[in-house]
């Protein structure tokens, strides 16, 4: 099982700026692909960005250009930057975790773009 407590999120302008961390406790190891997601209300979550083991960095076209998600080299925290902000972005964001076994989800961090 791994342990992932996500941190960053708050109340932006349209056009500015975020940058949420997510730290990964437990199976390190077992970890396969680290990723972003993230939920409105009303609406299913959805995928935002995500890093494999040796592949590339994939993300949504949504948020394409404007969020960059990297991973530290211990590979127990990822990151993502948010430029750029839109009102639509408004959602709780989680942090992702696969492993052979499972998915693991943080609880989530609210990030507010208010207009």
């Known amino acids: 099982q791994v342990q992932l407590v996500e941190s960053g999120g708050g109340l932006v302008q349209p056009g500015g700026s975020l940058r949420l961390s997510c730290a990964a406790s437990?199976?390190?190891?077992?970890?396969?692909?680290m990723g972003w997601y993230r939920q409105a209300p009303g609406k299913q979550r959805e995928f935002v960005a995500t890093?494999?083991?040796?592949?590339?960095?994939n993300y949504a076209d949504s948020v394409k250009g404007r969020f960059t998600m990297s991973r530290n080299n211990a590979k127990n925290r990822v990151y993502l930057q948010m430029n750029s902000l839109k009102p639509e972005d408004t959602a709780v964001y989680y942090c992702?975790?696969?492993?052979?076994?499972?998915?693991?989800w943080g609880q989530g961090t609210q990030v507010t773009v208010s207009s």
């Open positions: 437990g199976s390190i190891s077992s970890i396969n692909a």
């Open positions: 992702n975790a696969v492993t052979v076994r499972q998915q693991d």
């Open positions: 890093i494999p083991t040796g592949g590339r960095i």
